[in-house]
């Protein structure tokens, strides 16, 4: 899943996805204050586009530059609030604790020797700050799972749970079932998610 392979995704159709930020995102981040929010594997700009209306300051990293131009062209009201970046966060960490959210939504997060770019995404987060992981439930991908891909290769948050250190307060680390509809053709029907506190 390299950079072709998501550029070929975007372009191979008009809408990729449905315009609406993630269920997840919305319940567990509107109580939280506006405040500089990276948004990681944005896409096409949903859950950014939805942050920067209720008034945080957004970075907005993709590897695909289709689905930057696209997020960008619907970003018009509020262009002053979103940074679009191509970059590989798996490869390259974002500046350290720059953010009062990360949100990280189905962003394939390779398990890596020494948790490398897992830890840059921890580190972004700033003190008093919010990460917000949300991915495909196991049971659910090794259920109906591409053999190409082993669904073990990636992190799922009680990984990431264990590895936080007591700077870290876990809020939430749980499956729920999703409030939206799955993406078409497939059966992701619930959601494995974790909300963590950074301490101030």
Not at 19 to 35: C, I, K, R, S, Y
Not at 120 to 143: E, K, W
Not at 153 to 166: E, K, N, S, T
Request: contains cysteine.
């Amino acid at each position: 899943m390299d950079v072709h392979h998501w550029d070929e995704m975007y372009r191979s159709r008009d809408r990729v996805f449905s315009g609406n930020p993630n269920g997840v995102l919305v319940a567990e981040t509107t109580d939280l204050p506006p405040g500089q929010a990276l948004d990681v594997g944005c896409g096409e700009g949903a859950d950014a586009l939805w942050l920067a209306r209720r008034g945080w300051q957004v970075t907005a990293v993709d590897v695909s530059e289709t689905a930057l131009r696209r997020a960008a062209a619907a970003a018009t009201d509020v262009k002053d609030r979103v940074a679009w970046a191509r970059a590989d966060l798996s490869t390259t960490p974002p500046p350290a604790s720059a953010f009062d959210l990360v949100s990280i939504h189905y962003f394939p997060l390779r398990r890596g020797p020494g948790h490398t770019a897992l830890r840059g995404l921890l580190d972004a987060v700033a003190p008093g700050g919010t990460l917000l992981f949300a991915t495909h439930a196991l049971s659910d991908v090794v259920r109906h799972h591409d053999q190409d891909i082993d669904p073990a290769d990636y992190y799922q948050p009680d990984d990431i749970a264990r590895l936080l250190d007591p700077t870290w307060n876990v809020l939430i680390n749980e499956t729920r079932p999703r409030t939206t509809p799955p993406p078409a053709g497939t059966h992701h029907i619930h959601d494995s998610v974790l909300r963590a506190l950074r301490l101030p």
